[in-house]
């Protein structure tokens, strides 16, 4: 049985929470993703805002039909009571072929069930050669 992972964190929880995130977001299931989520959560994605589950559903479902091969690895940057901020990279395949390397910044915060209430995300992206990812 997996530990719930509630505020305030320790560097074990934040851990834990990173890598529960990078595995249910490489699971690319939009539903299951939304369910870290409150009801109310808030997202600034790039330049587009997000609020409540049922459009961080549809956000993901859009974002993933046009990202193929998508492969997240997130790190712990820091933590604090119920806060959290991890540095992310991903790969991809966009649909006319071309591969794309994106970085940024996630600052998130949580409730006092575990569950995300704002998620502020921060991305630069590039272009790469097929033979230039790193992230299998």
């Known amino acids: 049985?997996?530990?719930?992972?509630?505020?305030?964190?320790?560097?074990?929880?934040?851990?834990?929470?990173?890598?529960?995130?990078?595995?249910?977001w490489n699971e690319q299931n939009p539903s299951k993703v939304a369910l870290a989520y409150s009801e109310d959560s808030q997202w600034r994605n790039r330049?587009?805002?997000?609020?409540?589950?049922?459009?961080?559903?549809?956000?993901?479902?859009?974002?993933?039909?046009?990202?193929?091969?998508?492969r997240l690895q997130k790190k712990l940057f820091c933590f604090a009571d119920n806060r959290i901020a991890v540095d992310f990279q991903y790969e991809y395949q966009a649909e006319d072929g071309q591969w794309h390397r994106a970085y940024g910044l996630e600052h998130w915060q949580f409730d006092s069930a575990g569950l995300m209430t704002h998620r502020e995300a921060s991305i630069n992206e590039i272009q790469i050669a097929v033979t230039d990812r790193t992230l299998f």
């Open 1 to 24: 049985m997996k530990q719930a992972l509630i505020p305030p964190f320790d560097l074990t929880s934040a851990a834990a929470k990173v890598q529960r995130a990078e595995d249910l």
């Open 47 to 70: 330049d587009h805002f997000v609020t409540g589950r049922l459009e961080i559903e549809l956000f993901l479902t859009k974002k993933w039909q046009k990202e193929r091969h998508y």
